[in-house]
């Protein structure tokens, strides 16, 4: 295929605008969480209330992702991203101007929708602007960009709601991400994918090697495509519950205080910024995916089990977080690499949408789940039950990459 804008100095051109772009929807998913405290007693809201709108965000972004995908397909990436940070900038605003519950529910359902279209946005527009040598590192770059903008989030809400008021620290929010929507559009000869070009492409590809499905949905048959669902389901559902409860498990099991614990979020984040970074560099000098998640993944389960002990020095805390941080980002370049070798031609916002919709189900039903053992008080509970996923994901890479290796082949 033919990308239109070629060789190093675009490619990271276009690698930065995606990154910014994803950075500020990661952002956003915890834009929301740290104004908890002052909207429980603004509204005088529980915690069951709060967290429902969580939920309703997650939720929401599951069904829009699956869907924005194949508008990806139809009227191309560019058009369906300046939509979606336009809703993430109303959903701020909305959440700044609130005087009740009812509000914010409609705000969570605005960012949900806003949220859900980035993923098949950014990978398709990767994909098909990126030169192939530098993939394993636009999507370290993608990886890192979510992870600063999740460790951003809380400094940023909390920092500006303390100086001035919860009310003036969502409009910041909606004034950042306005910037961003600017500079994208500044830039936005860079983002133009080729719809035209690309659909000619799948048409001719599949007189050639037969490999685009039959119809527009046929791609749902294949099993590679629901293996890497399952892989964002299992893998996000314990990033989200470690995120929601580990400063809380930390308390129960080793007294660790609950703003120390906080703090071990933030290292977690950092960590797998830092691990994408690796990962990417890896993922390109390895070529060998599979190899990659497993390994990283075992080491993940090995520390996530001596967590669920009990007897872990106090001090070796901090150091095991930023570890699982690192081993969570190592992945991350690898999976996608993964993904893109199971996508079908001419389908790609079809297969993101439904693939990363596994993410935000998994974002919703993960902390769902493990909020029932930690009431039980059961906090033990939470580093087994990330040891369970994790190794249910294991077998799910090498069967993908089973799958994938055969249509890789004949396409090459």
């Known amino acids: 295929m033919t990308v239109a804008l070629s060789g190093r100095a675009s490619d990271v051109r276009v690698i930065g605008l995606i990154s910014l772009a994803h950075g500020s929807s990661h952002f956003f998913h915890l834009v929301l969480p740290p104004m908890f405290p002052w909207l429980k007693d603004a509204f005088a809201l529980s915690y069951a209330e709060l967290g429902l709108l969580m939920s309703i965000f997650f939720v929401v972004s599951c069904v829009v992702q699956a869907a924005s995908g194949f508008l990806v397909d139809r009227i191309g990436a560019r058009p369906v991203l300046f939509t979606g940070i336009g809703l993430l900038v109303l959903a701020a605003l909305i959440y700044s101007q609130s005087n009740g519950y009812g509000m914010l529910i409609i705000g969570a359902v605005i960012a949900g929708c806003g949220n859900g279209i980035f993923h098949p946005v950014d990978y398709t527009l990767i994909n098909h602007k990126v ?49 961003i929507l600017v500079v994208l559009w500044m830039n936005r000869g860079q983002l133009l994918d080729n719809v035209k070009e690309r659909h000619e492409h799948s048409r001719s590809h599949a007189d050639h090697s037969g490999l685009l499905p039959e119809s527009a949905f046929a791609f749902l048959k294949l099993p590679a495509v629901w293996l890497c669902w399952a892989f964002f389901f299992f893998s996000m559902a314990s990033t989200s519950s470690l995120q929601s409860f580990a400063p809380s498990a930390l308390f129960n099991i080793y007294q660790v205080p609950l703003t120390l614990g906080s703090y071990y979020i933030t290292l977690l984040a950092l960590g797998s910024a830092g691990g994408v970074l690796f990962g990417g560099f890896l993922a390109a000098k390895l070529q060998a995916p ?30 095991i977080f930023f570890m699982l941080g ?33 993410i935000d189900l998994g974002a919703a039903v993960g902390p769902f789940i493990f909020g029932i053992f930690m009431d039980a008080g059961l906090p033990k509970a939470l580093f087994m039950g990330i040891v369970l996923f994790q190794l249910l994901i294991i077998p799910t890479v090498f069967t993908v990459s089973a799958k994938s290796a055969p249509k890789a082949n004949a396409a090459s």
Not at 137 to 146: K, L
Not at 294 to 302: A, D, P, R
Not at 338 to 350: D, E, I, M, S
Request: glycine residues 10%.
């Open 326 to 358: 690192f081993g969570y980002g190592v992945v991350a370049p690898s999976r996608d690499l993964l993904v893109k070798r199971a996508t079908p031609q001419g389908v790609a916002g079809r297969v993101y949408g439904i693939v990363y919709s596994g």
């Open 131 to 179: 030169s192939p040598p530098n993939l394993p590192y636009a999507y370290s770059m993608h990886g890192v960009t979510g992870y600063l903008g999740w460790a951003a989030a809380p400094a940023f809400m909390v920092g500006i709601a303390q100086l001035s008021d919860w009310r003036i620290a969502f409009l910041a929010a909606a004034i950042l991400e306005a910037i």
């Open 290 to 319: 599979e190899k990659i998640v497993s390994s990283c993944l075992s080491i993940t389960v090995i520390m996530c089990l001596a967590l669920a002990t009990g007897f872990v020095s106090p001090g070796l805390i901090p150091i």
